[in-house]
Nanobody, 116 residues
Framework: QVQLVESGGGLVQPGGSLRLSCAAS????????MGWYRQAPGKQRELVAI???????NYDDSVKGRFTISRDNAKNTVYLQMNSLKPEDTAVYYC??????????WGQGTQVTVSS
């Protein structure tokens, strides 16, 4: 049974920074992509950033230049460094792993609140 365990969320003032982590426990087969999604109240879940096994990255336009996704393949861990946070970044953030055999795994979600 694969579980994704997230950490690093919290309350931060506008302009501040947070670093999210997501680690897979259990046996997980050949991860292709690791990503971060977020869901704000009353809105649909949206892709924030994604990184492939070959370290290619893609970001939503709203976070480009502020957020950085990275991964540690040896630890089956993905990170999201979030700088210059804005109130509109407030959401529950979910990590997502997709595997070569078609598996899709989600974390439990971690709350990020940007407020003064």
């Amino acid at each position: 049974q694969v579980q994704l365990v997230e950490s690093g969320g919290g309350l931060v003032q506008p302009g501040g920074s947070l670093r999210l982590s997501c680690a897979a426990s259990g046996s997980i087969f050949s991860i292709i992509t690791m990503g971060w999604y977020r869901q704000a109240p009353g809105k649909q879940r949206e892709l924030v950033a994604i990184i492939t096994k070959g370290d290619s990255t893609n970001y939503d336009d709203s976070v480009k230049g502020r957020f950085t996704i990275s991964r540690d393949n040896a630890k089956n861990t993905v990170y999201l460094q979030m700088n210059s946070l804005k109130p509109e970044d407030t959401a529950v953030y979910y990590c997502n792993f997709r595997t070569f055999n078609g598996g899709v795994h989600w974390g439990q979600g971690t709350q990020v609140t940007v407020s003064s």
